[in-house]
């Protein structure tokens, strides 16, 4: 049917096009504008691809929430002076332009060189049709042979959502927080907790150990073994 | 071309023109409710009670200057406003207003398309809608059309979530994203003892229409969710700049969209064309029309939310709700309780 | 030419491929290269569907629809990183953010 | 009874992992409770099972899992309890759950108390498992689990340094016996082709003289390290660094005895090699006798309660080795009542000092903690042999068992160190509960410790009186009668009362004669102990100084050690490896510098060279052909 083929090009050559204005609008709002468009004709070629799903989902997650997306930060990081350079160097864009034609020559090489050797498999207009439509297709295939994947995106959905978030949030308050307390102290009330001849020295020194090569013992905090200690002390006297 | 196409494209004009009409009317109709529920007379000069105001209004926007501000963005300024006009009443195209008719001796059906995205395909052009909000407040170069702009395009992300799932409970019990199938489907008689029920999806999904009807308040950018708009903060937001037939184009868009909405709930939750008695395209009008009287009513009674309240509302009250409710109906469908 | 050939979508993927690529190489602007990043997601979508449609398989359009989905997840990482960049370095130019060359 | 045996061990291991998890947020001081409910626990349920194994004589066993499942190698962890593991259950829960509960008292304030009430009941588990087992490994799995927490409880204080390397020097002073441990383990499965109990006893006779010689000497070097013989027992007074109820259920009543408890259990392996029995009554006496030297020497009341416990280990020792195998289990039960008695009343005098150990600036506590000094002068009167108390019964029986199987020389030994055991007991406690105050009243306030100690003794002190007459009449009593059966072909010897009466007559003079000599010394001042020290000369040095054992070792390894050790450190490691490791490193660096420069940091050049590599991949599959595309 002719029709369908002059359909299928028209929507190609709209999406090329829209595409190469992508591309080379200066404004950056001007070339999503150019995606949208794109995006809608891919969809619109899924439709006739027999991807009715994948049409909408298509519309909906690229252009309904990518694209959304996309204009929203352009507007928030710039919105008054939008940058209106568009390439830097000539040197690139020839080197670019220069990669892109050779890899679409290969490519095309490729494409018209190849020879088919898969079997149709049994999903056909019929056999879709007699499933119960391309949705119930794809629905008892994710659901049965594709599970696994299905849950690892998930989460990989999940973890871009709290990635967002981590991204997102607003800045901290840049003063640096107080530091921690290094400065060790020396346990002097629990005997338990330091060398026997410690303590006389200890208390003789006030606070550093005289001679000998052992270490002073540290405790993490001057109330670690004190509380404990006068506690004990207490109860002795009382009893 | 064959006749049943022919047919589709006949209807699509039909329905787009009843609903422009009914749109223009939608205006008055809100006017005069209003004006009752403030205790006040609304527009009663045009005409006999007033029914010719929406002609006049129409005029005097078409007549009006065009007025485009010197740094807009010119091609997006003039773009902005005929995505939304023209994206809004595209939606209904795959809401049946009925079973097929016969007229001439040829078989019509009561609906442009009946295909088997249909709920999708509705909430893919809801998020298409957008766009003309989004460009139309960046193309203006001014601070509250783009603060309008931005609103709009989180506003209607975060809520075409909560849209999108609070119909998949709906989908699951029903099997089917063709409205045609939910609509068939609903029109079965469910009888519980004595109690002779329409088997409506509101009865089966309660939760998820009470969240879908906020989401779709939201989604349409109606008080009291319309911040993008909100005229004592920014000024009406991202149509500041518009003027003239610009600005009745995205004021035509909303109420289209009200419309097609509230069409696509009833259709979806109320059973469409559905009815006690002699079912037609006059219950689902009927039942339409209820919705709008809600989303008039709510203007005149709920306060703006605030910005952080709106999105707090989407993501950490209706979220999870909805979610809920979609592992409710999951299990429910699950244990073979499908039909309520 | 009365049927649709798989030649076709093929060049259709294969250039909006390219178009993409030669953008993300020539411009400066890191939302537009990030545009032209989803415009080559979306070009192999074409070819996976475009395959499934002349195989009669469904694998394709389901790697496509896990395809769209890592995209989503990558667009919102991706933006929040823009996000961040322009908060801490005030600007969209690619050629700006060197860091890693230090 | 056999399907909840395995509720013995778990009740403390479940505390233990509790405390040790929740301890030190949520529990705290909660935690002893915990610990002391749960080896209640184990106490109680081991009481039905001592009585099954009473009445039925037979043992029982309960298969909890399959731990090596590999071939003929195949290692099961089963549950077996006999006549030898009945007893041993019972005073290991037993002394435990009072050690338990007299911690409570001991242990109280400590910030670290979720710590000692995890690894306590987590010794207990490691001891029960290791009581319980019925092959080698499991056996040595938990020999070095009760290693462990003997290491973790030594080193509990581990802010003090004295106690951080005692714990290690316990830790490592062991390991040399592990050592020869395992080797024997190995030895044992290589000769029999098994590890389980019952088929190596079954099979003992099939190996060779030497074999089996060389496998009781290679178990006994585990015992000696474990149980303190010479020449390894320099570890167990620095043990008493360790929290004193650590002391007591540790390094006396427990996990010392498992040395001589894997003796017994093995020993109708070693009791197949003349030889090895020789070796271990040797090393065992000479033990007894060196460590009942030093502590008459010693001032640190922990510390000559710990030379007692290495003597009395000795005596253990000397006893399996002259086949007084029933008498060596006995006196091992005796003495872990009356030493952990000993321990805890050590430790409760140091707690009403403040902490003071040293007996110089004691005396004459007797009026301020008279709880404490009657249970101690119980236990010092059993330890020394006085009649009619524990001690007496099962050391006279040792001494009568080297006469009995004609070992003439070892039983003058062993009557001269129980002359010195009672000598050093009372010695202690004159010293600590009589004569003169010489602390400072000023500084110090003695007090009897809290109840929560004080019950544990009294508890102790009567099974200390009593718990004797199990084995009464000597080699005729209800004890001998049971443990009997542990192994086919144990018999007890026919002794006349006459020859009874005779030793226990010469044991009382001589626990007597001490008492008399240290009362006259202490009490009375007739005697100077100085005098005695001076007129013995180099032998009260030698005895003082630990026969200079530490020195002696410092000398021979650790010094050599040491400089090995710092040449690797300086050389080898700081020279030789370091010294390849930054030179690598220097490589790298420079070759990454330049490489360095191909980094632009433009996000255009690296996609330019993913393209490029694309095009030049895909090229070369187009020409060099490939199925690729096709």
């Known amino acids: 049917m002719a029709a369908e083929v002059l359909i299928f090009n028209l929507l190609s050559a709209v999406a090329i096009v829209s595409a190469v204005a992508m591309i080379t609008m200066r404004n950056p709002v001007h070339s999503a504008i150019a995606l949208v468009l794109t995006f809608v004709n891919v969809a619109a070629i899924f439709i006739m691809l027999r991807a009715e799903f994948l049409a909408a989902v298509q519309i909906i997650v690229y252009t309904g929430a990518v694209l959304v997306l996309i204009l929203f930060v352009l507007m928030l990081v710039n919105p008054d002076d939008l940058p209106e350079f568009h390439s830097g160097k000539p040197m690139q864009n020839v080197f670019g332009f220069g990669v892109g034609l050779i890899l679409l020559a290969e490519i095309s090489v490729a494409i018209l060189t190849r020879t088919v050797v898969a079997e149709p498999g049994p999903w056909n207009e019929e056999g879709v049709a007699a499933a119960g439509g391309n949705i119930q297709v794809i629905g008892q295939l994710l659901y049965s042979g594709y599970v696994l994947p299905i849950q690892a995106t998930a989460l990989v959905l999940l973890a871009a959502t709290i990635g967002a978030l981590f991204l997102g949030r607003p800045d901290e308050d840049q003063e640096p927080s107080p530091k921690r307390r290094t400065v060790a102290t020396i346990s002097l009330a629990h005997t338990r907790g330091a060398d026997d001849d410690l303590i006389p020295a200890l208390r003789a020194a006030n606070i550093k150990r005289e001679a000998g090569d052992r270490d002073l013992i540290m405790a993490r905090d001057a109330d670690e073994f004190t509380t404990s200690a006068e506690e004990e002390e207490k109860k002795g006297q009382s009893e | 071309m064959d006749a049943n196409l022919l047919s589709s494209y006949i209807f699509a004009v039909i329905v787009l023109n009843v609903l422009l009409g009914l749109m223009a009317y939608m205006t008055y109709i809100e006017r005069k409710v209003m004006a009752a529920m403030q205790d006040r007379i609304g527009p009663n000069r045009t005409g006999p009670v007033g029914l010719l105001q929406p002609i006049a209004d129409g005029l005097k926007l078409l007549v009006k200057e065009d007025i485009i501000p010197k740094h807009a963005d010119r091609r997006i300024f003039l773009l902005a406003p005929l995505l939304s006009f023209v994206l809004a009443p595209v939606a209904a195209a795959v809401i049946p207003f009925g079973d097929s008719i016969t007229v001439f001796g040829h078989e019509v059906n009561l609906y442009v398309a009946d295909i088997n995205v249909a709920v999708l395909y509705f909430l893919a052009i809801g998020s298409m809608g957008v766009f003309g909000i989004i460009l139309g407040g960046y193309a203006s170069a001014n601070r509250y059309s783009l603060l309008g702009g931005l609103r709009a395009a989180a506003q209607v992300i975060s809520y075409e979530i909560i849209l999108g799932l609070s119909l998949i409970g709906v989908i699951i019990l029903s099997g089917s994203l063709s409205l045609v199938e939910i609509v068939n489907q609903q029109s079965e008689t469910l009888t519980i003892g004595p109690l002779q029920l329409p088997n409506w999806f509101i009865l089966s999904q309660p939760l998820a229409f009470i969240i879908f009807l906020i989401a779709a308040v939201a989604e349409t950018n109606r008080a009291p969710f319309d911040l993008p708009e909100a005229e004592t903060e920014l000024i009406g937001g991202f149509h ?101 | 030419m009365n049927e649709l050939m798989p030649e076709q979508f093929m060049f259709l993927s294969a250039a909006l491929f390219i178009i993409g690529m030669v953008g993300v190489l020539t411009r400066r602007n890191v939302l537009v290269i990030f545009m032209c990043v989803e415009l080559m997601l979306a070009s192999v979508n074409i070819a996976f569907v475009g395959f499934a449609w002349e195989f009669s398989q469904m694998t394709g359009q389901i790697f496509a629809l896990f395809v769209i989905a890592i995209a989503a997840a990558e667009a919102v990482i991706g933006l929040g990183i823009i996000m961040a960049l322009t908060r801490q370095r005030d600007t969209v130019d690619i050629n700006e953010v060197r860091e890693l060359r230090q | 009874m056999s399907s909840w045996l395995f509720l013995i061990p778990l009740l403390p291991l479940a505390a233990a992992v509790i405390n040790f998890i929740l301890g030190r947020w949520f529990l705290q001081h909660a935690s002893q409770w915990l610990a002391t409910l749960a080896v209640a626990g184990s106490f109680i349920l081991s009481i039905p099972v001592f009585l099954e194994i009473v009445s039925d004589e037979q043992a029982i066993s309960q298969h909890l899992y399959t731990w090596i499942p590999a071939g003929d190698f195949d290692i099961p962890v089963t549950l077996f309890v006999d006549q030898l593991t009945a007893t041993m259950l019972l005073v290991v829960t037993g002394v435990g759950l009072l050690v338990h509960i007299y ?119 585990g015992a000696i390290g474990k149980s303190a013989q010479l020449p390894l027992f320099v570890w167990l007074p620095d043990a008493m660094e360790g929290p004193t109820p650590v002391s007591a259920l540790i390094h006396a009543a427990t996990m010392v005895t498992a040395g001589i408890f894997v003796l017994a259990r093995a020993y109708p392996v070693v009791s197949q090699s003349a030889d090895a029995m020789m070796v271990i009554s040797i090393v065992g006496i000479a033990t007894a006798f060196v460590a009942a030297t030093i502590a008459v020497t010693q001032y640190d009341i922990k510390k000559v309660v710990a030379y007692s416990t290495v003597s009395q280990l000795g005596f253990m020792a000397f006893a399996i080795g002259t086949g007084a195998w029933i008498a060596a289990i006995f006196h091992l039960v005796t003495h872990a009542f009356f030493k952990g008695l000993l321990f805890l009343g050590a430790g409760s005098v140091i707690h009403g000092m403040h902490e003071e150990q040293d007996m110089r600036k004691m005396g004459g506590l007797k009026k301020y903690m008279p709880i404490t000094y009657w249970t101690f002068l119980i236990g010092a009167a059993a330890n020394a042999g006085i009649i009619p108390l524990a001690g007496f019964w099962s050391k006279d029986e040792i001494i009568l068992g080297t006469w009995l199987y004609d070992h003439t020389v070892i039983m003058v030994i062993a009557f001269i160190t129980a002359f010195f055991t009672s000598l050093y007991m009372f010695r202690a406690v004159f010293m600590t509960f009589h004569g003169e105050e010489r602390f400072n009243p000023d500084e110090v306030h003695p007090h009897e410790s809290p109840r929560i100690m004080t019950i544990p003794l009294i508890v102790l002190a009567v099974f200390a009186a009593t718990i004797g007459f199990i084995g009464f009449p000597p080699e005729d009593g209800w004890f001998h009668h049971f443990l009997i059966n542990a192994f086919p072909g144990l018999t007890l010897p026919d002794v006349a009362w006459s020859t009874i009466f005779i030793f226990a007559g010469i044991s009382t003079l001589i626990a007597l004669s001490g008492l008399f000599i240290q009362y006259m010394a202490y009490v009375k001042k007739s005697i100077s102990p100085a005098g005695i020290a001076g007129l013995l000369g180099p032998l009260y040095k030698l005895a003082a100084n630990r026969w200079y054992l530490d020195e002696i070792y410092d000398v021979l390894i650790v010094r050599p050690l040491v400089a090995f050790s710092m040449f690797l450190w300086r050389f080898v490691d700081a020279q030789v490896i370091d010294g390849t490791v930054n030179g690598v490193a220097t490589l790298v660096t420079y070759t990454s510098q330049q490489w360095r420069k191909a980094q632009t940091g433009l996000i255009a050049n690296y996609v330019f060279a993913i393209a490029l590599g694309a095009i030049i991949i895909i090229g070369a599959f187009m020409i060099f052909g490939s199925n690729l595309f096709q």
């Not at chain 2, 037609?280 to 809600?294: D, P, R, Y």
């Not at chain 4, 710590?115 to 498992?129: G, I, K, Q």
């Not at chain 4, 938990?142 to 340094?161: D, H, N, Q």
């Open chain 2, 240 to 340: 500041t700049e518009y003027s003239g037939f610009r600005f009745s184009f995205f004021f035509l868009a909303e109420y289209i969209s009200m419309i097609v909405i509230s069409l696509f709930a009833a259709t979806i939750f109320l059973g469409g064309t559905d009815g006690p008695i002699q079912d037609g395209v006059w219950w689902l009008a009927l039942k339409a029309c209820i919705f709008l009287f809600f989303y008039i009513w709510l203007r005149t009674t709920v306060p703006r939310f605030r910005y952080d309240q709106l999105m707090g509302l989407a993501w950490k009250v209706l979220l999870p709700l909805v979610l809920i409710n979609i592992l409710l109906t999951g299990f429910i469908r699950l244990w073979g309780l499908g039909m309520l």
């Open chain 4, 103 to 221: 911690s409570i008292g001991y242990m109280h304030g400590d910030p670290g108390i979720y710590r000692f009430f995890s690894y306590l009941p987590l010794f207990v588990f490691s001891m029960l498992m290791l009581v319980m087992a019925n092959n080698f490994l499991v056996l040595f799995v938990f020999w070095e689990a009760v290693g462990l927490c003997s290491f973790l409880l030594i080193g509990f204080w581990y802010r003090r340094r004295s106690a951080a390397s005692a714990a290690k020097k316990a830790f490592i002073v062991n390991r040399v016996g592990d050592f020869g441990f395992g080797i024997g383990i190995l030895l044992i499965f290589v000769t029999y082709g098994t590890i389980e109990y019952a088929g190596v006893f079954d099979m003992v006779g099939d190996a060779s003289q030497t074999t089996i010689t060389v496998i009781a000497l290679l178990l006994f070097t």
